[in-house]
């Protein structure tokens, strides 16, 4: 196990994220995502850039996947599910890349965040990205959000969550 993922890992725990590894088989995935997201949850999915095809077609027959949701339905949706561009081990975020459809509100408006990370992905500080060598240069050509646990404030008085994005942040990192 890389050092890299252990520190990955418990810097996500630490910004009160929940960790979780999952084997790569699509079927794994999608049972993962089953027992968190519940029964009865309107699901958003993102787009599917970073992972195999074959974990996004699991996905993809999720129940209660909305296909293509209305601004309404983005609206009410609880769970939000993201490839993530990449981890960084050194804070434990993970960087979304915007753009594709759906990307914003899959990864910034659901109560529930579920983000699916790859380890070849996790690199060890938020500079390497911008690095042309790393990931073959994409952090470059990209817009890139940083998301670190969820969301918080304490601006007002007490730590509140998801002011300004999701009150959970699930990461499966695939293994």
Known sequence: MSERIVEFEAKGEASAATVERVTSAPVSVRAAVERIVGPSAKIVLGPDEFLPREIWQALRELPGLITEPTDKQLST???????????????????????????????????????????????????????????????????????????????????????????????????
């Open 77 to 175: 949706a609880d769970v939000g599910i993201s490839g993530a561009f990449a981890g960084v081990s050194s804070s434990g975020s993970v960087c979304i890349a915007m753009g594709p459809p759906l990307a914003a509100a899959a990864s910034l408006l659901m109560p529930l965040h579920i983000v699916v990370v790859s380890p070849e992905r996790i690199v060890a500080r938020p500079r390497d990205l911008f690095d042309p060598e790393c990931l073959g240069g994409e952090g470059l050509r990209r817009d890139l959000v940083f998301i670190t646990g969820p969301s918080a404030t304490a601006d007002m008085g007490p730590l509140v969550r998801g002011v300004h994005g999701p009150h959970r942040l699930h990461i499966l990192l695939l293994g």
